[in-house]
């Protein structure tokens, strides 16, 4: 028979799972989705956003290099949805459909949201 405190601490971690289940990316995946970005032929986020160290950059997007993330989105995964398929956000936004058109698969957009996430300390 469980006492009450030690069914309070089993309902706290049974809440305290799904966070602390989240591992923050690693320094290899932040760059990747900075590679990724970067990348002309893949995310290219600078045709259309200034990132920081992104050259050639463009203006039809905001300024990405000092965006609130964390307080458009709350929390990652809102950015990678959001990434897939902006419009279900913001309809009529002139961004492509990322993940919805398939120019980058869920794992790239995971890395591009890492990397972009990265940017706000």
């Not at 600078?46 to 989105?73: E, N, Q, R, W």
Request: with cysteine.
């Amino acid at each position: 028979m469980f006492h009450q405190s030690s069914r309070i601490l089993l309902l706290l971690s049974a809440v305290a799972l799904p966070a602390a289940a989240i591992a923050a990316p690693s320094a290899a995946d932040i760059a990747a989705g900075k590679s990724i970005a970067f990348n002309r032929a893949e995310g290219n986020c600078l045709a259309c956003h200034v990132l920081p160290g992104g050259t050639m950059a463009g203006d039809v997007g905001p300024d990405l290099t000092h965006f609130p993330f964390k307080i458009v989105f709350h929390n990652r995964q809102k950015l990678v949805d959001f990434l897939y398929d902006p419009e279900k956000t913001i309809p009529h936004i002139n961004m492509p459909q990322f993940g919805k058109n398939k120019v980058l698969t869920h794992h790239q957009l995971e890395l591009v949201a890492d990397y972009l996430w990265s940017l706000q300390k």
